[in-house]
């Protein structure tokens, strides 16, 4: 709802102006199959005031390739137990391979308790993990005024 010319702002509409920022670190590794599963402590549980608020999700995955492979690793992130579109991927085919892709993801929520998770998966096989504590999770809430 938009503030009119003159309209007398109420604390709760003044409170909604400032974006709530949440962050998670991954707590340990997590070896990845093709079965998608969560980053072990990459999880945000936050409160929407309002229906129609706005997030920004920023995730950086530190990929490790733990022997040879030609495998591709997927960072996704699921949002209330649902898979967002989009995810980051890495490959690396030496052990001695490391890599940390980006993803931003954009949308809307409903009033009410929502869960934020990073979850991965490799494309085939074996051979990659993520190494949880270089593994972060932002999430920026502008609530509707």
Do not use: C
């Not at 997590?30 to 998608?36: C, D, F, N, Q, V």
């Not at 085919?93 to 308790?113: I, N, Q, V």
């Not at 869960?115 to 993990?129: A, D, E, P, V, W």
């Amino acid at each position: 709802m938009p503030l009119l010319a003159g309209q007398i702002m109420t604390a709760g509409q003044a409170d909604r102006l400032r974006p709530r920022t949440y962050e998670a670190v991954g707590t340990s590794n997590l070896a990845l199959t093709t079965t998608e599963a969560d980053v072990p402590g990459a999880s945000i549980t936050l409160d929407a005031e309002t229906a129609g608020a706005v997030y920004v999700a920023h995730a950086v995955f530190s990929f490790d390739a733990t022997g040879t492979t030609t495998a591709f690793a997927a960072g996704a992130l699921d949002l209330d137990g649902a898979g967002v579109t989009g995810n980051a991927r890495w490959t690396g085919d030496l052990a001695s391979d490391f890599g940390s892709p980006a993803m931003l993801w954009r949308g809307t929520l409903t009033a009410g308790t929502h869960t934020f998770k990073l979850r991965g998966s490799i494309s085939s096989g074996t051979g990659i993990q993520v190494l949880g504590a270089f593994t972060k999770l932002i999430v920026t809430v502008h609530e509707v005024v």
